[in-house]
């Protein structure tokens, strides 16, 4: 169960992680040193490079998670909160993956910039939605055992 947890945890640093850089560090630099085409470009490559993680993230989250949990007996309500709300990023994850970053890739792909930055827009209050979603499974994880006793 080490390794499992090992893994998980790795996987959550890599997914959460790489979104708090991407919104937080990344985007605003992004914003003040590119035009839009540009900016579009730029984040179509991080994108295609950073989903590849995020795809192998969410295996291993998924996958080490619910082998854990497959282990208690009972299985506790912060595990079951944290299982919830990784189901729940997960999906919002494919989401952004087959809509609004496809959409993304097209536009840069024929030069439509205002396509691309609608794309774009979506990504990003999806991607600020989960990386509160990550945030918040890190406290309950955290919180979860001490308040359950």
């Known amino acids: 169960m080490r390794i499992e947890l090992l893994l998980h945890v790795l996987a959550d640093v890599v997914w959460v992680g790489g979104m708090f850089v ?4 990344v985007r605003p630099a992004a914003v003040e ?7 579009l470009k730029l984040w179509s490559g991080i994108f295609a490079r950073f989903f590849r993680w995020v795809w192998l993230a969410v295996f291993v989250i998924l ?4 082998s854990m949990m497959g ?4 299985v506790p309500g912060y595990v079951l909160a944290m299982a919830a709300i990784g189901v729940l990023m997960s999906a919002i994850f494919m989401h952004v993956y087959f809509a609004p970053f496809g959409r993304l890739k097209r536009a840069v792909q024929h030069e439509d910039w205002k396509a691309g930055g609608a794309a774009l827009g979506q990504i990003r209050i999806l991607v600020g ?3 509160v ?3 918040l499974n890190i406290v309950v ?3 979860g055992p001490l308040l359950q006793g």
Do not use: K
């Not at 040193?33 to 900016?39: E, F, K, N, T």
């Not at 996958?63 to 619910?66: A, D, I, L, V």
């Not at 282990?71 to 009972?74: K, L, N």
């Open 71 to 74: 282990r208690m007996s009972p």
């Open 141 to 143: 994880a955290m919180l």
């Open 63 to 66: 996958g080490t998670g619910f």
């Open 33 to 39: 040193a590119l035009d839009p085409p540009q900016r």
């Open 22 to 25: 991407a919104y937080l560090a």
């Open 133 to 135: 979603l990550g945030l």
């Open 129 to 131: 939605l989960n990386l």
